[in-house]
């Protein structure tokens, strides 16, 4: 299984995620039955910054859960 491969809106290059994420809580997400996690990445080409959809998963998954979980912890400090 390959990793995804995102565009940059900017120039067309790589795009690579800087680590920065956060589940998108959205209510259209949340009806829709999905938790969107959104992330930061960083153009290898031009150096350009933009944000895109990195996972979809169901809200009732394990997964979910975890992510939910890890996201208010990074609240809290």
């Known amino acids: 299984m390959g990793k995804k491969k995102f565009k940059c809106p900017e120039c067309g290059g790589k795009g ?3 680590g920065n994420t956060w ?3 959205s209510p259209m997400a949340l009806m829709g039955g ?3 996690i959104m992330g930061t990445l960083e153009c290898q080409e ?3 910054k933009f944000r895109k959809k990195l996972k979809e998963l169901p809200l009732e998954g394990e997964e ?3 992510e939910m979980e890890k996201a208010e912890e990074e609240e809290e400090e």
């Open 23 to 25: 589940p998108l809580t």
């Open 34 to 36: 999905s938790l969107i």
């Open 64 to 66: 979910a859960k975890e």
């Open 46 to 48: 031009c150096g350009n």
């Open 16 to 18: 690579e995620p800087t």
